[in-house]
């Protein structure tokens, strides 16, 4: 049901910004931004309920809830960047758009650091082992 919504939203931001585009850019600015917005929020309440399941599935394998944390911080900064970065080549600046994924992939590693440091640490310990 929430897909349904997602793509009404979509499909009428889109074709009002198509129809004012040529009349007021300017409106059609607001529009596109609006409509992004709303289908933002829209996802961000669906990934919210994904948290949920992400916690009871931490709860019943033991794994630390600060990796699962971490995990959906890197998912979530994924899927932001895309959806700005997509948002920003609409306009006309593909140039900043690459770069702003290039930033993402950035802080995404930033974000992962700890969880290969982890993964490391764990294959020392297996290989002092043997």
Sequence with gaps: MELIRIIGVALVTAIAAVLLRSSKPE???AVTIAGAVIILLFAVDL???SFQI???IGNATG???ALIRTI???VAIGYL???AAGLVEDFGAKSIADKLVLAGKVI???VAVPILRGLVSMIGGFLELI
């Design 27 to 29: 409106l059609s600015f």
């Design 47 to 49: 990934f919210a309920e």
């Design 54 to 56: 992400f916690a009871q």
């Design 63 to 65: 794994i630390d809830s």
């Design 72 to 74: 959906l911080k890197i």
């Design 81 to 83: 960047v895309e959806f």
């Design 108 to 110: 995404i590693f930033t």
